[in-house]
């Protein structure tokens, strides 16, 4: 009988620590980044983000999407590795531009948000397997 109990106990003790991994699963950064729709442009590849195809409905990105289809969003697996946090914060503003060209979408979310992303967006360091070999690896920048 005692053994029951432990065996019991054990098994909910095990069904708990798992129930709580799973709410943890997702990063605050992250949550963020699909919460403002990053994803309908970007992938992260490294943290299985793939495209969302919920189309957009916010007048500013279509018009943008519209006036340059040439640029793709790149996948964001390697961020941080490629660009300081303080670059991300002010591109996400439309402070700062790639090749004078600015982001197409600028962060509606607060400075609390903002940070969380911008942090979590350094945290991506994975080099993502497709690499573009007419450049040698490097992005064009
Ligand atoms: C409407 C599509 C679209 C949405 C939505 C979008 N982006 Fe982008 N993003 C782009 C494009 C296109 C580029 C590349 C721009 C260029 O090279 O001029 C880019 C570039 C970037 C870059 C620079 C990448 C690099 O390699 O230098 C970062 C960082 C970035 N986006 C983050 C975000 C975040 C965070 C969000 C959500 C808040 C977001 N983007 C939402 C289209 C989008």
Redo the contacts with the bound molecule.
């Keep these: 009988m005692k053994t029951l109990i432990f065996l019991g106990l054990a098994v909910s003790f095990f069904l708990c620590s798992q129930l709580k991994a799973d709410e943890k699963k997702l990063p605050e950064g992250q949550k963020?980044?699909l919460k403002?729709?990053?994803?309908?442009?970007?992938t992260v590849l490294a943290a299985s983000i793939g495209k969302s195809d919920k189309k957009?409905t916010?007048d500013e990105?279509?018009a943008?999407?519209k006036e340059?289809e040439a640029?793709?969003?790149?996948d964001?697996s390697?961020?941080g590795n490629?660009?300081k946090g303080e670059w991300?914060d002010l591109?996400?503003r439309k402070k700062e531009?790639?090749?004078g060209?600015?982001?197409?979408?600028r962060?509606?979310?607060n400075k609390e948000e903002k940070t969380t992303?911008?942090e979590w967006?350094g945290t991506l360091k994975t080099v993502p397997e497709v690499k573009d070999t007419k450049t040698d690896g490097k992005?064009a920048?």
Excluded at 71 to 74: A, H, L, N, R, V
Excluded at 101 to 105: A, I, L, S, T
């Design positions: 963020i980044f403002y729709g990053c994803n309908e442009c970007h957009s916010d990105e279509e943008a999407e340059n640029i793709k969003p790149p964001l390697n961020i490629e660009k991300v591109y996400l531009a790639i090749e060209r600015k982001h197409k979408k962060f509606k979310g992303l911008v967006l992005k920048k």
